[in-house]
């Protein structure tokens, strides 16, 4: 085992799970960013940065969606000794109107690029679109198992990418030379509908499962009835807006040129989602 360890950020979501896992899986040491982890790391309590920064050289960020903490964050990661740090960034983070104005996660991550490219330390940038995931450990999973995924996606397209693959240029990026200075933007290798996602999910678990498309407007109201303030349920409707535009069904190359293959297809995520009971229930 590697004596200095490697600290993953988000270290129990979605990405930071499977980085957490491969680096183990390759003999590093890893030290798991969350409230949870020894030590604890929370975002939003500045006093538990050092000890999870204590002795680690390379850091994987996931930053803190709706504040502007990974500037300062990576400033006192360097003047704690870390030289390499990975961004987990976002689809269109350099594109006018992808997100709205007021998507708090895109001002997110406009400031966190800016202070990784700034900070004078090794760094590599992912910008991953819509997560494979979703449909079966995210936002459209409850929606899939009763049957009816309503969104205003219209029928545009997503290149929905696997999160294996993200994780596996992340560790590539933690791990090996090479990858300094450079920002990879990652997909599937194909855009599909939402219509046409559910269909590959509903051939292989044998669920009915429909998408219903909706106005932004009924959307909206659907889920403050359901509890949502309306902030959220606004910042919500305006992530689904680039897929209805248009704006997430273009491909990406940066899989293939971090990994040197090319990324894995959405049936592929729906077989092993499937096959490990993602949609039992």
Same mark, same amino acid.
């Not at 940038?125 to 459209?140: H, K, M, T, V, Y």
């Not at 560790?171 to 290798?189: C, F, I, K, N, Q």
């Not at 990406?252 to 592929?268: H, I, M």
């Given at each position: ?60 960020i996931v930053?803190?969606?709706g ?7 990576v ?7 870390v ?5 987990l960034?976002?689809?269109?983070v350099?594109?006018p109107?992808?997100?709205?104005d007021?998507?708090? *996660? ?5 400031? !966190?690029? &800016?202070?990784v490219? =700034?900070c @004078? ?5 992912? $910008? /991953? ?14 929606a ?55 269909a590959l999910?509903?051939e ?7 998408y ?5 407007e ?17 910042a919500?409707a305006? *992530? ?5 535009? !248009?704006? &997430?069904?273009?491909l =990406?190359? @940066? ?5 040197g $293959? /090319?990324?894995?297809?959405f ?15």
């Amino acid at each position: 085992m590697t004596q200095q360890p490697i600290l993953v950020t988000g270290g129990t979501g979605k990405v930071g799970t499977r980085v957490v896992s491969r680096l183990r899986r390759g003999n590093v040491t890893v030290r798991v960013g969350s409230r949870s982890g020894v030590p604890r790391f929370d975002w939003t309590d500045r006093d538990t940065w050092d000890a999870a920064l204590h002795g680690a050289r390379t850091v994987f960020i996931v930053p803190h969606d709706g504040e502007l903490l990974t500037r300062p964050f990576v400033q006192r990661a360097r003047d704690l000794g870390v030289e390499r740090v990975v961004l987990l960034s976002g689809r269109g983070v350099d594109v006018p109107d992808y997100g709205g104005d007021g998507n708090a *996660a895109g001002k997110t991550h406009i400031d !966190g690029e &800016d202070a990784v490219r =700034s900070c @004078g330390l090794a760094w590599t940038i992912l $910008r /991953p679109g819509w997560f494979a995931q979703n449909f079966s450990e995210g936002f459209f999973r409850d929606a899939v198992l009763a049957g009816e995924v309503r969104l205003p996606a219209g029928d545009g397209a997503a290149s929905f990418v696997d999160a294996e693959d993200i994780a596996a240029v992340a560790v590539a990026a933690l791990t090996e030379d090479g990858h300094e200075g450079r920002t990879y933007e990652l997909s599937g290798p194909r855009a599909l509908t939402i219509a046409e996602a559910l269909a590959l999910i509903s051939e292989a678990t044998g669920r009915s499962v429909r998408y219903v498309p909706v106005t932004v407007e009924k959307f909206i109201a659907r889920l403050e009835d359901e509890g949502w303030s309306k902030i959220d349920a606004e910042a919500y409707a305006d *992530a689904i807006a680039p897929i209805r535009r !248009g704006m &997430d069904e273009h491909l =990406s190359d @940066g899989v293939q040129r971090a990994l040197g $293959r /090319p990324p894995r297809d959405f049936s592929r995520f729906v077989e092993d989602a499937a096959a490990a009971g993602a949609w039992h229930g």
